[in-house]
């Protein structure tokens, strides 16, 4: 049996997986940590996936490993001296401190600019928003910067000696077209004061090296890599039409396009896909962090969340969350913090406010895939995954939120899973067709999602004066 190798370094921890390059079954699996920061030293990454490799007993597997690929996070900003040191630690895609800066970048050139340059517009949480920062609040650091790489970067760097990139994640700093696959140095001149050294940009199924000693697969191929959603639409084999709804420490939707859908309002990352073609992309910062933290203001675990969430009326009992506990970044509300609004008497209940965080983390989803189908995106389908597409109140009230089917696929790591599809395409000149396993689908039920809806675009508007 040939193996390949998939890693998904997330936020919040770091995955392995051994897959049947045949099948895609998963043949063994292993798991570490990340500290639940939004800056740190990326060497955690590395020692986070030494302990992941070895948990899945990657490192026995010898010969028998044709090839692996690492996706990770995006935009994190790994800053790094001549020798190889970070000058800094590394600013996460949810770090908000550069939030000023993206609004200044985004000023100084305009949206329509920013777009025509690299098919997005900064917020905070890109790369070249946090180069920004580094520059203003650390020169000393900033003078010190010889090049510039991504968490997945690092990790390539990691096990085959050399930093390389792939243009899914590269199209997430802020200085590199998915339109013309370049680098805009110019960008990083004007903002940064000069242009880093910056990774070679590996083809999607091409081969960025070949893993080092040390690792127990030596001479095994290592594949380009990918931004983290890159590769789960590449483990979902999304299809045309199909929108990817993500609901984990961050919520993204996502869909695979063959061509760039700018969108001037930078609502959408226009990011490239793994396979060539295109991934418009919105962010949340919101997510299942919201019913994680729901859970903890009642006094209950996720499971009981859950219930009482199934409990409650479908709308709550007229109560609307506006989830932005974290400030946001789809709508671009930095610094917003998250509003109950309808409270009465009548509805402050355990059971509504449980309901209440669910419908809020929907509600934000919806709207961005309302945002996709104004830019000419075309979806027929919603597939759900992440952590948080465990909950079954979520899963039933999905459907009737966002107008549309939902299937809910078989619960996989399908970031790790992609990336030993891309494994297995670099190592064969093919890229494999796994089948899809879906676990649950559900139709809308009424039209209660309609007015739920309203309502919580009506909230927005009050508060923050966003539509």
């Known amino acids: 049996m040939s193996v390949v190798i998939g890693v998904d370094s997330s936020t919040q921890s770091c995955k392995v997986l051994a897959v049947d390059a045949d099948s895609g079954d998963v043949v063994a699996s292993g798991a570490a940590s990340h500290p639940d920061l939004t800056a740190v030293d990326p060497h955690v990454w590395t020692s986070a996936l030494k302990e992941a490799w070895h948990s899945a007993g990657a490192d026995r597997l010898g010969s028998s490993v044709a090839g692996a690929g690492i996706a990770a996070q995006q935009h994190g900003m790994v800053a790094l001296d001549s020798s190889g040191t970070p000058v800094h630690d590394a600013l996460l895609w949810n770090d908000t401190r550069s939030a000023p800066d993206a609004a200044r970048l985004r000023d100084e050139l305009g949206p329509e600019a920013w777009v025509d340059a690299v098919n997005l517009v900064p917020v905070a949480s890109f790369t070249i928003s946090k180069l920004a920062w580094l520059a203003r609040n650390e020169p000393d650091a900033a003078g010190r910067v010889d090049q510039v790489v991504l968490p997945h970067d690092w990790l390539n760097g990691a096990m085959a000696g050399e930093f390389t990139t792939d243009r899914s994640d590269a199209s997430g700093t802020g200085y590199f077209s998915p339109v013309t696959d370049s680098y805009r140095p110019d960008l990083l001149e004007r903002f940064f004061g000069r242009a880093p050294r910056l990774p070679r940009v590996v083809a999607s199924g091409e081969a960025a090296g070949t893993v080092q000693s040390g690792w127990g697969i030596d001479g095994a191929v290592l594949a ?244």
């Open 224 to 467: 380009a890599g990918a931004g983290d959603n890159a590769a789960a639409a590449l483990g979902l084999g999304l299809r045309p039409g199909e929108v990817v709804v993500s609901i984990g420490t961050s919520g993204t939707v996502f869909t695979a396009s063959p061509s760039a859908m700018p969108d001037v309002s930078g609502e959408v990352a226009g990011f490239a896909d793994a396979a060539g073609g295109h991934l418009p992309l919105l962010a949340m910062l919101n997510s299942a962090r919201v019913m994680a933290a729901t859970a903890s203001m009642l006094g209950v675990d996720l499971a009981t969340l859950d219930s009482l969430a199934l409990a409650a009326g479908n709308d709550a009992g007229g109560l609307t969350f506006l989830p932005y506990l974290d400030g946001e970044r789809s709508p671009n509300l930095p610094h917003a913090s998250g509003s109950l609004v309808g409270l009465s008497r009548s509805n402050m209940s355990p059971e509504n406010l449980a309901r209440a965080s669910v419908l809020g983390v929907l509600n934000s989803l919806a709207d961005a895939i309302d945002v996709l189908r104004q830019l000419g995106g075309t979806p027929d389908k919603v597939l759900l995954i992440g952590g948080g597409s465990k909950s079954h109140a979520l899963r039933q009230a999905a459907a009737s939120v966002f107008n549309l089917p939902v299937e809910v696929p078989a619960s996989r790591e399908y970031v790790a899973l992609g990336a030993a599809k891309q494994a297995a395409w670099a190592a064969t000149g093919d890229l494999p067709e796994w089948k899809r396993s879906i676990e649950a689908a559900y139709e809308p039920d009424g039209d209660w999602g309609f007015s739920v809806r309203e309502r919580y675009a009506e909230a927005r508007r009050n508060i923050y004066g966003v539509g």
